[in-house]
């Protein structure tokens, strides 16, 4: 009887073994710095199939902040009343309304913030005519990107310095051989002197930047690293520093730094299954308290997209592949899979690891996921976007809603099947409906039904010859589609803006067509900050360049009306043939920002109001003032 009640016990408790192992997220946190050195031990020999990288690696300098623009004094630009954003202007194009993304440019309405050519820009717009106020330079490098709070400013940019061989596969689950790496640079402006722009603070890591997205004061980056003891295995392996990221903070003008690791081994998590050791850190950063992060929390794992809400912050990369693909050749690797990490932001002050789940295949980009009622919605293609072959496999795009559970996020619904044999070129969730549109030789424009999102379902398909790269809503069930006209053979011939019906799912319609020409192009297909909508003139604008056989006959920005009953050209800006960059509406002008400068021209028409050059900037050439006639 003993013997039977102890089996019983055992049952019982091997039982609840596996519900409680059952109850954990997929990621495993790691318990202690000694687990997290021994787990980088014993899998890097595994993660670094090519050889170990340089011994030798020189440690990133420390950037010296660069001094104010100019002496400090008093403000001297008038304080218009307060302009409300969305109505009285515009605003960065973002996915989520509420979730701030970086961008190369913002506006408080009465004051532009502007990055080019590694200098900051502060314009004062509150009269109509542009007037620049002060600058700053910022330091070398590239990619520098603005986040706006009050008087400050977080910028971010990227700088090779050095030479610094890192392996690429920090942001990439995949092992790769030892390249050049990049260095991040954040940084605290303040710019309450609008005359004298400041830089205050700075941080600096070895690594990547992968994204940025900010709630009120709450700024979340999402980092991508590789720890020192893959980068100099010669530095030793046992240190726990070797294998946490490190950031350098300076104060400007003090000429005190200090380092010391961005995230502690007990905040640090791994998937279940081994996914590299490249290293994803989310800094939770309150802009009205300064630069020092107040939370962090890391993954060993790869991080090429994200995507936020307002409560939800998604890190999705392609799972880990034991060989390494070729990008121009290789073979697709079979059953690739993303896994996403979810982290709950609802907190301002704190981020919380809430679970992981899996879709099959590759995502676009972050317009791929949505999340709606607490279920995410994701868009996924068998074939990846840089395959070279694209349109000659099987492939095929599913849409798969997956909500929290205690196992992470479980698969909900999937509908499968979506453009056999093409992959995914855009995606736009609208409440409860999905738009994906797949190309080859046609663009089918599906309508997909996410009102049970068990069931997600397609509702209605649109065929027609191009392919819409971006989709913007435009209010009262319409759609905006920006991309390329095509042949019937499926090659491109030029930019196009599109207007769709989607009010009937069942039944999707095009309602208008612009084409800008054969040999057109805009930025706005592929970066989805470079294209503005201002609802209450209709108008859509997107920088243009146009090339004949001759060469380039127009580089600028061209304004749409976008009407049900006709899209008709609303007028065109240039900066002497520099390409524009942005577009903004602040009261009844018009603004375009190129590297030239910024010019102000009349809502109506776009007759010119006024042009500042920035300092330093050459004059452009090639590019006529008027565009051809779509």
Known sequence: MRRVLALLALVVMLSLSAQADAAKPKLR??????????????????????????????????????????????????????????????????????????????????????????????????????????????????????????????????????????????????????????????????????????????????????????????ARLVLATLPRAIVQPASGRAATGAWLPRGTFATAGSGKARSRPLVGCRSVRRPRSFSGLGEVTVLTIDMDKGLEPVDADGLLSGGETVYASKDSLFVASQRYQPRVQSETGGPVPQDTTTQIHRFDIADPDVTTYAGSGQVPGYLLSQFAMSERAGVLRVASTEEPPWFAEAGTSASQSHLTTLQESATGLAPLGRVSGLGAGERIYAVRYVDDAAFVVTFRQVDPLFALDLSDPAKPRVSGELKLLGVSSYLHPAGDGRLIGVGQDASEQGRTQGTQVSLFDVSDLAAPKLLQRAALGQGASSTAEYEHHAFLWWPKRDLAVLPASIYDGAGQVFSGAIGFTVRDDGITQAGSVTHDGVAIDRSLVIGDRLYTLSPAGLKASALSGFGDVGFVRFAGAASGGAGSATPPSP
């Open 29 to 218: 946190r790691f318990a202690s710095c000694k687990q997290l050195v021994t787990y980088g031990k014993r899998h890097a020999p595994r993660w670094s199939p090519n050889g170990p990288p340089p011994a030798a690696v020189p440690t990133p300098p420390l950037v010296a902040a660069p001094g104010a623009g100019g002496p400090a004094g008093e403000v001297t630009a008038p304080v218009p009343p307060a302009a409300t954003p969305g109505e009285d202007f515009s605003v960065t194009n973002v996915q989520e309304a509420g979730v701030h993304e970086p961008d190369i440019v913002k506006t408080n309405g009465t004051t532009l913030y502007a990055v080019e050519a590694g200098r900051l820009h502060v314009v004062d717009v509150s009269s109509g005519a542009p007037e620049e106020l002060g600058t700053l330079a910022l330091g070398t490098g590239y990619g520098h990107q603005l986040l706006l709070r009050g008087d400050r400013l977080l910028v971010t940019w990227t700088q090779y310095g050095d030479g610094a061989p890192l392996a690429q596969a920090a942001r990439a689950p995949s092992p790769a051989p030892p390249t050049v790496a990049p260095k991040t640079v954040i940084a605290l402006v303040d710019v309450s002197d609008p005359a004298h722009p400041a830089l205050t603070k700075t941080l600096s890591f070895a690594g990547d930047l992968v994204a940025a997205r900010a709630v009120g004061a709450s």
